[in-house]
């Protein structure tokens, strides 16, 4: 399920990732898997990894899925994370969300 968004126009930033997600809150990891993102060309999936994807919970949020450019080390299922930059894009009424990278708080 996507969280639905506030109605701002504009590309992936940090202002509008803190909108939704509370920096002041945890974060959990949900995701024991990675899921692939491949690349397309001409209208049909190609062999090369374009991102990857995991999903997350925070209290008082619908679970949200974030993009990864490179692959990140997913921690285990449960444990409360950081991410590395995080961003978010609102495109029609869902809101989408990615990172450079994550880390396990300790």
Known sequence: MAIKTKYRKGGYSTTTANDY?????????LSTELEEQRAF????????????????SQEGLDPFQVKFEEKPELPSYMSIIEFD????????????????GIKEVK
């Open 41 to 56: 060309e001409n209208g049909r999936p190609t062999s090369k990894i374009k991102a990857y994807k995991a999903w997350f």
């Open 85 to 100: 930059t995080l961003q978010a894009c609102e495109i029609q009424y869902n809101v989408y969300f990615k990172a450079n």
């Open 21 to 29: 997600v509370n920096p002041s809150k945890p974060v959990y990891s």
